[in-house]
């Protein structure tokens, strides 16, 4: 059993950054690949990006690619999300995700979720 707390949401401007962090606690997080999705309201939830268990190779959707950069901390038990560039559409509730597979895209690949942290991008 893997528990997610994601943090570090918040009201950004346009074109603002910020970072999210996902902490792990249960056993083996430096096993799954983890990942971040996000859902806005009255959309389906959407894959954003994945990373592998020694955070050496990564993989985004093309909506965010070169704004946002996952990232991991295994000593941490954490995995990142920094988002740069923000523009209102990313505005949504944002979600980590502990996964055995790779490169996993879909939500039912994933296992273990946390409870999510709301972005909101707006002047």
């Known amino acids: 059993q893997v528990q997610l707390v994601e943090s570090g949401g918040g009201l950004v401007q346009p074109g603002g950054s910020l970072r999210l962090s996902c902490v792990a606690s249960?056993?083996?997080?430096?096993?799954?690949?983890m990942g971040w999705f996000r859902q806005a309201p009255g959309k389906e939830r959407e894959f954003l990006a994945i990373?592998?268990?020694?955070?050496?190779?990564?993989y985004y959707a093309g909506s965010v690619k070169g704004r946002f950069t996952i990232s991991r901390d295994n000593a941490k038990n954490a995995v990142y999300l920094q988002m740069n560039s923000l523009k209102p559409e990313d505005t949504a509730v944002y979600y980590c995700?502990?996964?055995?597979?790779?490169?996993?895209?879909?939500?039912?690949?994933?296992?273990?979720w946390g409870q999510g942290t709301q972005v909101t991008v707006s002047s």
């Open positions: 995700a502990a996964t055995a597979h790779w490169p996993a895209t879909l939500e039912t690949q994933y296992a273990y």
């Open positions: 249960g056993r083996s997080f430096s096993s799954y690949r």
């Open positions: 990373v592998s268990v020694n955070g050496g190779s990564t």
